[in-house]
């Protein structure tokens, strides 16, 4: 029984699940949560997920929301498939989940509040606020000041080879970069930009907007 997947496919987190299990080779069927509908809210839905937010995962009888847990379920139970992504000693998974805790705390709070702000509310015709932009951009760049320190050091966030602690920033950098003209947050940035053109040319992440481009409701390696 394939994997299911709901949400919304343009939306950030399912995006980040999407891409966890391309990079494993996982079929996967996707489910349509319409999130400007509200569909999320509906107490069918949050029987599932009782904070009416997405994604949501149906694993045969398995069932998991929040995207990060649900990464780290793929990643462990397909460790031998595609790259490894936990890392492989106790030291190389305790570096992958401290950039994930970076990730979850200090770099997409201020970029959500970008992208929501720049993006999502002016394509629904609302005005965003920028005040409050600004200053998660001002913030945002001082956190990718650390990236940047890091990545002088290392090639990926947790080493040498890419893991969730990379994986789980590509969804909403994307907007950041493509959607809101932010770019040039990386330019004096050199490490992190190669970073970014690094893991934003990932294969499976460009299969995962494809198939987002597609409308498509079934994944197959």
């Given at each position: 029984?394939?994997?299911?997947?709901?949400?919304?496919?343009?939306?950030?987190?399912?995006?980040?699940?999407?891409?966890?299990?391309?990079?494993?080779?996982?079929?996967?069927?996707?489910?349509?949560?319409?999130?400007?509908?509200?569909?999320?809210?509906?107490?069918?839905?949050?029987?599932?997920?009782?904070?009416?937010?997405?994604p949501f995962i149906?694993?045969?009888?398995?069932?998991?929301?929040?995207?990060?847990?649900?990464?780290?379920?793929?990643?462990?139970?397909?460790?031998?498939?595609?790259?490894?992504?936990?890392?492989?000693?106790?030291?190389?998974r305790a570096k992958?989940?401290?950039?994930?805790?970076?990730?979850?705390?200090?770099?997409?709070?201020?970029?959500?509040?970008?992208?929501?702000?720049?993006?999502?509310?002016?394509?629904?015709?609302?005005?965003?606020?920028?005040?409050?932009?600004?200053?998660?951009?001002?913030?945002?760049?001082?956190?990718?000041?650390?990236?940047?320190?890091?990545?002088?050091?290392?090639?990926?966030?947790?080493?040498?080879?890419?893991?969730?602690?990379?994986?789980?920033?590509?969804?909403?950098?994307?907007?950041?970069?493509?959607?809101?003209?932010?770019?040039?947050?990386?330019?004096?940035?050199?490490?992190?930009?190669?970073?970014?053109?690094?893991?934003?040319?990932?294969?499976?992440?460009?299969?995962?907007?494809?198939?987002?481009?597609s409308g498509a409701?079934?994944?197959?390696?």
């Amino acid at each position: 029984m394939a994997v299911k997947v709901y949400g919304k496919p343009q939306a950030v987190c399912p995006q980040r699940v999407m891409h966890c299990l391309v990079e494993k080779g996982v079929p996967f069927e996707f489910v349509l949560v319409d999130i400007d509908a509200m569909e999320q809210k509906r107490p069918e839905y949050m029987e599932k997920h009782p904070f009416g937010q997405v994604p949501f995962i149906a694993d045969g009888d398995f069932e998991l929301f929040e995207s990060r847990a649900i990464v780290r379920y793929f990643a462990a139970k397909y460790a031998d498939r595609g790259p490894n992504l936990l890392g492989r000693t106790a030291e190389e998974r305790a570096k992958v989940e401290q950039w994930l805790d970076v990730e979850a705390i200090s770099y997409s709070p201020c970029a959500f509040t970008i992208v929501f702000n720049l993006f999502l509310l002016p394509i629904r015709g609302l005005p965003g606020n920028k005040g409050e932009a600004v200053a998660a951009m001002e913030k945002l760049d001082k956190v990718l000041e650390v990236y940047e320190k890091q990545l002088s050091r290392t090639k990926y966030l947790a080493g040498d080879e890419f893991t969730l602690a990379d994986l789980t920033h590509i969804p909403v950098t994307r907007y950041i970069v493509e959607h809101c003209g932010l770019a040039y947050l990386l330019d004096d940035k050199p490490h992190a930009k190669a970073w970014w053109e690094d893991v934003s040319r990932r294969p499976a992440w460009k299969k995962v907007m494809s198939f987002v481009a597609s409308g498509a409701s079934f994944y197959s390696p």
